[in-house]
């Protein structure tokens, strides 16, 4: 979740899909104090917005995750990298 702060009266408002609402032949997303509108996408945005994220959650890999499972105290806290050598393919 994002948090927001909305311009008409700086209340702090977390961004979720789900708290769109429809008004209109529009969705907003609305202040929770005030109303005030601040986002607003059509019916074909909101379902790009949506396969968008069911995409991301289906193929982008949890790398937090992953790495809490992993054994990192064996790992390196620094990389480096060895001498360069040159190529035989310089002519």
Not at 68 to 84: A, C, M, T, Y
Request: proline share 2%.
């Amino acid at each position: 979740m994002k948090i927001i702060a909305c311009q008409a009266c700086e209340q702090d408002v977390q961004w979720d899909i789900n708290r769109l609402q429809k008004r209109e032949e529009r969705w907003v997303m609305a202040c929770e104090k005030c109303g005030d509108s601040f986002f607003s996408v059509s019916e074909e945005e909101k379902e790009m917005i949506l396969a968008g994220i069911r995409l991301t959650e289906e193929y982008v890999p949890d790398i937090i995750h992953a790495y809490q499972n992993e054994d990192v105290k064996n790992l390196p806290s620094r990389l480096g990298f060895g001498e360069i050598k040159k190529s035989n393919l310089e002519d």
